[in-house]
């Protein structure tokens, strides 16, 4: 009976545990969530004729190489269509958005280039 008794402890205790970790300041419910107004989505384009697509990959495993094949099937198939690498272009534009400002940083980069269509792949 002891030793039912020592597991249920271990049971609660681990729960107990693993709950604190959730409500730990920087996790879950009690991180800041940015407000957004409404959202507009873009006119997309007919047709990619003779359109400059941005390729966007933020650097997780295999996600270049998806982007890259999607890039060559696009020239094969779409006339005049220019493509840009984004990873290759600008190398810092290669990380995942761990927060705001590195998402306007790297949106800001992508924009400077005005692309007609932007591609992102995360690939994990």
């Not at 407000?35 to 270049?64: A, C, F, Q």
């Not at 400002?101 to 932007?118: T, Y």
């Amino acid at each position: 009976m002891e030793k039912i008794e020592r597991f249920k402890l271990l049971i609660t205790l681990s729960f107990v545990f693993a709950l604190g970790l959730c409500v730990i300041p920087g996790y879950g419910a009690e991180r800041v969530i940015p407000k957004i107004g409404p959202v507009r989505m873009n006119v997309h384009p007919s047709t990619l004729e003779g359109k400059t697509v941005l390729l966007r990959w933020n650097g997780k495993y295999n996600g270049d190489k998806f982007l890259s094949r999607v890039g060559e099937l696009l020239i094969e198939q779409v006339k005049n269509v220019r493509i840009i690498k984004m990873w290759e272009t600008d190398k810092s534009t290669a990380v995942i958005s761990k927060n705001a400002e590195v998402s306007e940083q790297v949106a800001a980069s992508i924009a400077k280039l005005k692309p007609d269509l932007v591609i992102a792949a995360q690939a994990d």
